[in-house]
């Protein structure tokens, strides 16, 4: 079944920051996003995520038809505690379907 852009029906924008909103409305030309999460809170810093499925074209230049978990973090550097977050996420996850992980 072919994978279109766009975001699911019941995706809630809710709990993100507006800065967010606008990055996933910019993933979603590329992705189908299809699940959400609260923040995490890792020491003094907050942390997004979002789970997001490539479209058929954009899978070939990233190598993966697989969801993947794309985490929102406040710094521009790479932090250890960054790796912390994207855990928390991944436990979160309802189902152990196998997704391919990626931090942005």
């Avoid at 852009?5 to 709990?15: E, K, L, V």
């Avoid at 993933?27 to 907050?46: M, Q």
């Avoid at 990233?62 to 969801?67: A, G, K, L, M, V």
């Avoid at 996850?93 to 990626?102: G, Q």
């Amino acid at each position: 079944m072919p994978t279109f852009p766009g975001i699911h029906p019941d995706f809630g924008f809710a709990q993100y920051p507006m800065e967010i909103r606008s990055a996933i409305v910019d993933i979603a030309r590329n992705f189908y996003v299809t699940r959400g999460f609260n923040a995490v809170d890792v020491g003094n810093s907050k942390y997004y995520a979002i789970v997001a499925r490539p479209t058929d074209a954009f899978s070939v230049y990233i190598n993966t038809e697989r969801e993947i978990i794309i985490l929102f973090s406040q710094y521009a550097t790479f932090e250890i505690r960054t790796l912390e977050a994207f855990d928390e996420f991944y436990i979160l996850l309802e189902s152990n379907s196998p997704l391919l992980k990626c931090a942005a």
